[in-house]
């Protein structure tokens, strides 16, 4: 790619056009995304879904800059995207935090390596593990900690950094239904707080529904974008809002082809 091309300060803070990706199978070129044109506003809540396989986690690493598109352009911020920086951290789908640290630590290893003074880090970790209800856990070891907790110290570790976009892989599929829900309550009311620019990749479509501003449907790969839906429901919404399962159902009529090529089911909505 080349360096320094910026779009306008006023445009989107996320900008992918014409994005391409293929890897090597068997010899053989796999397509993964094909032709992928997207904008995300700053402070928009964008989410993407898709089948398993159709490339979400591979466009995710892309916008991070942990891959490189083969073709296409990505800008963030407004530079042209060519490798990874502080304005866009990712929770990825296996959380990545260090077993060895305490919760407390885990928040402030990625500070340290932005290089800001003990007193700033100090203020950052203890407001962001306050804002995700860790505060009575702050030198608990993980494995002391529930899934959900585990899930809201990767959340704090990501929100201090403060970055400009937050890219999030499929952040509560590992969760109970009952803590993905309250989840995906206490992270409307945190992007309320913070006016993060969220980009949540996610197999839900009514967890989509329920989180975005914006749904971005892909289709099975190579992913391909098959419908954009703005979702101007109020909020706080719940997946079992009548009005976020009537337009889950209509975009599940609309998409009626995707089978899960892993699990071969579909979503109950
Ligand atoms: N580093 C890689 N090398 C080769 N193939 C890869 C690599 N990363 C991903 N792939 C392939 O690209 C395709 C898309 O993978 P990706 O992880 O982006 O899918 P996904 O939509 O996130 O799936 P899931 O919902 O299961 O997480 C898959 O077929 C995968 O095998
Ligand atoms: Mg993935």
């Known amino acids: 790619m080349s360096q320094g091309t910026a779009v306008p300060q006023s445009g989107p803070r996320l900008k992918l056009k014409g994005v391409g990706k293929y890897f090597d199978h068997d010899h053989k070129k796999l397509a993964v995304l094909e032709g992928i044109d997207l904008e995300v506003e700053a402070g928009e809540f964008c989410c993407l879904v898709g089948p398993s396989g159709c490339g979400k986690s591979t466009l995710l690493n892309i916008v991070a800059g942990l891959e490189k598109p083969d073709e296409g352009l990505v800008w963030a911020n407004p530079r042209e995207v060519s490798g990874p920086g502080p304005d866009r951290v990712v929770i990825f789908q296996d959380l990545a935090l260090f077993p060895w640290l305490d919760v407390w630590d885990n928040v402030d290893f990625g500070l340290k390596n932005l290089g800001l003074p003990a007193g700033e880090r100090r203020a950052r970790v203890l407001k962001y593990l306050q804002l995700v209800h860790l505060q ?120 009626g082809n995707w089978v899960d090529p892993v699990s071969r089911q579909e979503e109950r909505v």
């Open 136 to 255: 009575e856990f702050l030198h608990a070891r993980l494995h002391q900690l529930s899934g959900g907790m585990r899930q809201r110290v990767a959340l704090a570790r990501s929100l201090a950094m403060e970055p400009e976009i937050l890219l999030m892989d499929e952040p509560f599929s590992a969760l109970d239904p009952h803590t993905r829900e309250r989840l995906q309550q206490e992270l409307q009311d945190i992007w309320a707080a913070t006016g993060a620019t969220i980009l949540f990749v996610t197999h839900g479509l009514k967890e989509a529904v329920a989180l975005g501003d914006k749904v971005v449907l892909l289709t099975t790969r190579p992913g391909r974008i098959q419908a954009v839906e703005r979702v101007d429901l109020p909020r706080p919404r719940s997946v079992d809002d009548a009005p976020v399962l009537s337009i889950s159902r209509r975009l599940k009529a609309q998409i």
